[in-house]
C-alpha cells in the first residue's frame, strides 16, 4: 500500500557523485509528490528536495546546485543526484511520498508524508 523502495547508496569519495532511485511503483496512496529526505547519526531528519508531479521542484537552499531531483516519464520513480559529495553529506537517505495541500516550504517537512522508504545508507570519506 504504502511501498516505497530506495537503492544507490553505499560508500564514495569525496568529490564523487551518486544517484538514488526511489521506485513507487507499488505505492498505491494517492500523492501528488515525492521528496528525499536525510538523517545522520544523533540529527533530525531533514529536508532535501521534492518534485511534484507536475515536475516542479523545491530543494534546500544549502543544497541547491549539488543536489538534483528528478522523476520518470511514468513518475513511478523519483531519483536524486548528488555531485561534490562531502563527507557531511553521509547519512541515511529516506524517499517520500505524500499528497501536499501546498507547495513551499511544507514540502520539506517530514509529517507532509505518509509514505516513507526503509532508508539507503550514504558514507562520503574524505
Known amino acids: 500500500q504504502g511501498h516505497l523502495v530506495e537503492s544507490g547508496g553505499g560508500p564514495v569519495q569525496a568529490g564523487g557523485p551518486l544517484r538514488l532511485p526511489c521506485a513507487a511503483s507499488e505505492y498505491t496512496l494517492s500523492r501528488n509528490a515525492m521528496a528525499w529526505f536525510r538523517q545522520a547519526p544523533g540529527k533530525e531528519r531533514e529536508g532535501v528536495a521534492a518534485?511534484?508531479?507536475?515536475?516542479?521542484?523545491i530543494y534546500d537552499d544549502s543544497l541547491k546546485g549539488r543536489f538534483t531531483i528528478s522523476q520518470d516519464s511514468d513518475k513511478n520513480t523519483a531519483y536524486l543526484q548528488m555531485n561534490s559529495l562531502k563527507p557531511e553529506d553521509t547519512a541515511t537517505y529516506y524517499c517520500a511520498a505524500g499528497l501536499l495541500w501546498e507547495w513551499g516550504s511544507l514540502a520539506m517537512r517530514p509529517d507532509a508524508y505518509n509514505g516513507w522508504g526503509q532508508g539507503t545508507q550514504v558514507t562520503v570519506s574524505s
Open positions: 518534485i511534484r508531479l507536475n515536475g516542479s521542484t
